[in-house]
């Protein structure tokens, strides 16, 4: 099952958050929640440049996302992504992607003071290199 399959992306598309894990300089795990946008064949994220998760993503790519929902009944259900991180430097694809980032996250203009993603940003995609999901039916 990939990334494109309608279930996962039906999946994602109720969620905000999902958990980035990066690997630190002495192979430890860093996670973290992030905000996101999926499509069939990536996930987007935007940090802040100064931050440990961005150095580690500088130093090696290599990461994992995870997602998961616990319903009512107790089902769990969820989506794990393993893959690699890649930088988008500015131009149509990712202006486009900030568009996305604020209809799907209505404070996100009154965070940044405008629509305009600030200096101190950068965007990357996470490209999956395997694709897991669960009670996903």
Do not use: C
Not at 18 to 24: E, K, P, R, S
Not at 52 to 73: I, M, Y
């Amino acid at each position: 099952m990939g990334l494109d399959d309608p279930r996962i992306q039906g999946f994602l598309a109720t969620k905000d958050v999902a958990v980035l894990a990066t690997v630190q300089a002495d192979g430890a795990p860093l996670a973290m929640p992030m905000w996101f946008l999926h499509a069939p064949a990536s996930l987007t994220m935007i940090s802040v440049a100064d931050t440990q998760k961005v150095r580690n993503l500088r130093r090696d790519p290599r990461v994992s996302v995870v997602a998961e929902a616990v319903a009512g009944g107790g089902e769990v259900r969820g989506v794990t992504v393993q893959g690699r991180g890649e930088f988008l430097s500015d131009g149509p694809e990712r202006r486009a992607l900030i568009d996305r980032f604020h209809e799907k996250y209505r404070g996100l203009q009154r965070l940044w003071n405008g629509k305009a993603m600030p200096a101190n940003r950068v965007m990357f995609r996470i490209v999956p290199s395997r694709v897991r999901s669960w009670g996903l039916g």
